[in-house]
């Protein structure tokens, strides 16, 4: 559902962070769910920028507000349970392994 909002390049990218978790919020008020959202929004972002999948991994990856999310995500598990960060982990897993 964040997913869009990285097409809006009129949103400065240092701004959807905050958009993300606020978006998030709306049916999913924790903490996971909005740090899970903004990094999903910017490798959305990095990618229709036109970095690869494993350069935007890693421009998130170095994101100084998103350094614990994503090793929670570098950390999680290939599972179908919903789970914020097993979600990105999982989907990550699938994209990096058709390229």
């Not at 869009?4 to 390049?9: I, K, R, S, V």
């Not at 240092?14 to 929004?41: C, F, P, W």
């Not at 229709?48 to 350069?55: P, Q, S």
Request: glycine content about 6%; aromatic content about 8%.
């Amino acid at each position: 559902r964040c997913m869009p909002l990285a097409g809006f390049t009129k949103i400065p990218t240092n701004e959807l962070i905050y958009l993300a978790r606020q978006e998030a919020k709306i049916t999913h008020y924790h903490e996971d769910a909005g740090n899970g959202s903004a990094i999903v929004v910017l490798l959305c972002r990095c990618l229709l920028e036109g970095k690869n999948i494993d350069n935007a991994c890693l421009e998130v990856s170095k994101n100084k507000e998103l350094i614990e999310s994503w090793k929670q995500v570098e950390n999680a598990k290939l599972s179908p349970d919903g789970y914020v960060y097993n979600v990105i982990h999982s989907a990550l897993h699938f994209i990096k392994k058709i390229k």
